[in-house]
């Protein structure tokens, strides 16, 4: 029961367990390791390749195919391999791919083809590596302690974004784009370390589903992340959420930039300061998480918390453009940026209430599933973007975008179950 998970002393919410420690603090190194070489990438692009406008859009698009790929896989690897196994290969394999960069470019051998390439088989190796630790986590922490377990991971993440992105530029300049992949390169091997030295491999448990009733091999083995979201409430209405919040950052991320700098006139200078309070927000959104579901249960959180986010959405599409710049509109903006506090929230109960829904055998083949629909449909909401934009202004697609996220609250709000303060069992 999600709302039990909160509970415990404060030394045991701190320290979860051994195992989970050591994968948290390897974790940790290695998200600031891929918040440089990420930059990395676009800047040996430009920089050393000469890169053109659709070199540059292939590497941005460079995690649809690994999306499309490598989340079913990913998911079957996750239930029938050690998923420590995999952790630690993976991390292992995208070291070797990222000190690849390096010797090639040392060798005056690298080409954009190797550089798309590397970078292909890094996402996928990325992806198999979040279903995996999505799945194994529950097999490291406490019940109780599980919600206090993904937010502890999700603030690692949320301070690698902040403090990841604001170091890659100054270690640019000193270093090279080339060493910045061997930093990362570095980060992985220290994160393998950590996973070598924990206990618990989470072995793959007995294929039974929601039920008891057995999966099955084969086809059905493929498609019973699929059918396990739908025969659970809890499941089926988060997908449908998560689908359509994809879609809509779709939209949203594609124009939010164009809409701040040219309809309302934001300077340059004020979108870093903007940024950073939607990254600090994000922070905090990993306290809110427990908080919220100790005092009001899980599904009231998710509502609040889908309520935070569409807010923020409102403040963003109600400022006005104008000739000149307006505070307000700065104002407005930053409420919205601070509704992120929102979407890391969301991010940790999602996470959390899949892991106790799902049974342990199918746990890595669930969370394949919503990872593929989170990464396969914001490229769909870019696309509509680009043909929707023949016919409607910036604003009126930023307020269809909106309207999807309206949609999703009422998805959640009539979906979800309502048993209070707990997540009862499908």
């Known amino acids: 029961m999600l709302q039990e998970r909160t509970r415990g002393s404060p030394h045991q919410r701190w320290y979860i367990s051994r195992d989970f420690l050591l994968l948290w603090s390897g974790q ?12 990395a990438f676009m800047l040996l692009a430009i920089a050393q390749l000469h890169a053109g406008p659709r070199q540059l859009a292939l590497l941005t698009g460079a995690g649809i195919l690994p999306a499309l790929i490598g989340g079913s896989l990913a998911g079957i690897l996750a239930d029938r391999i050690p998923r420590r196994a995999i952790l630690i290969v993976t991390d292992l394999a995208r070291a070797a791919l990222l000190g690849s960069i390096a010797l090639l470019a040392a060798g005056g051998a690298l080409r ?11 996402k996928l190796l990325s992806i198999i590596f979040d279903v995996a630790q999505g799945a194994i986590i529950p097999d490291l922490v406490r019940n109780d302690l599980l919600l206090a377990g993904n937010a502890r991971m999700a ?12 170091l890659s530029g100054l270690l640019y300049q000193w270093v090279g784009a080339a060493t910045l992949c061997v930093i990362d390169a570095a980060t992985f091997l220290i994160s393998c370390a950590s996973l070598l030295t924990i206990r618990q491999v989470g072995t793959p448990h007995e294929e039974q589903g929601i039920g008891g009733e057995a999966v099955g091999a084969g086809w059905r083995g493929l498609t019973s992340g699929w059918i396990t979201i739908w025969n659970g409430p809890w499941l089926r209405t988060l997908a449908l959420a998560e689908s359509m919040d994809a879609l809509k950052n779709g939209i949203f991320a594609t124009l939010y930039l164009l809409y701040a700098l040219h309809d309302l006139h934001i300077p340059l200078a004020l ?10 927000a994000s922070l905090g959104g990993t306290v809110l998480a427990t908080r919220t579901t100790t005092t009001m249960g899980p599904r009231r959180s998710v509502l609040l918390m889908h309520g935070l986010i569409l807010a923020g959405g409102v403040c963003t599409i109600a400022a006005v453009g104008g000739d000149g710049l307006r505070w307000s509109n700065v104002i407005l903006l930053g409420i919205g940026q601070a509704s992120d506090c929102g979407w890391s929230a969301q991010t940790i109960l999602t996470a959390t209430i899949i892991q106790e829904q799902t049974p342990a055998a199918l746990r890595g083949r669930v969370l394949a599933v919503f990872r593929l629909l989170s990464l ?4 769909v909401g870019a696309a509509l973007t680009a043909i929707l934009s023949n016919w409607l202004s910036t604003r009126a697609l930023l307020v269809v975008s909106v309207l999807i996220e309206c949609i999703s609250w009422f998805v959640l709000w009539y979906g979800a179950p309502r048993s209070a303060g707990t997540v009862a069992s499908p």
Request: no cysteine.
């Open 28 to 39: 940790t190194v290695s998200l600031f390791g891929s918040e440089l070489s990420a930059t």
């Open 112 to 122: 954009f083809t190797a550089l798309l390439a590397i970078l292909v088989l890094t």
């Open 155 to 166: 603030a690692s993440s949320a301070s690698a974004e902040i403090g990841g992105q604001a």
């Open 376 to 379: 396969a449909l914001l490229p």
């Open 271 to 280: 979108i870093g300061p903007l940024i950073a309070i939607g990254g600090m």
